[in-house]
């Protein structure tokens, strides 16, 4: 398992490339229904929040499977936001 430190920049890494892919869609895209992006934004960064909110648990009194499991199932609920963020974002009208 990685370390908790590294699992937390690479979920950082991951909202700014979804909010930066964001702003570069508003600023290339005139028309661009800007609510809509900062739902998506809105929605990856509150994300993010709540995942590094778990991450920070303290697990000194869980097994290590447990917690190998809880950071698994912590990681794929992520990633599945980024991802349905992504595809809110690609189904927007381009100029």
Known sequence: MAKRREL???ISYLTSQVVEDCLLYIEFNTKANQKVVAEIINKIIL?????LAEINKPTSKI?????KANY????FTFL???NSCYEELSKLPRD
């Open 47 to 51: 994300k993010q929040n709540e995942v």
């Open 72 to 75: 698994k199932k912590i990681i």
């Open 8 to 10: 937390k920049k690479d």
């Open 80 to 82: 599945d936001t980024v």
């Open 63 to 67: 097994n290590a499977k447990e917690v």
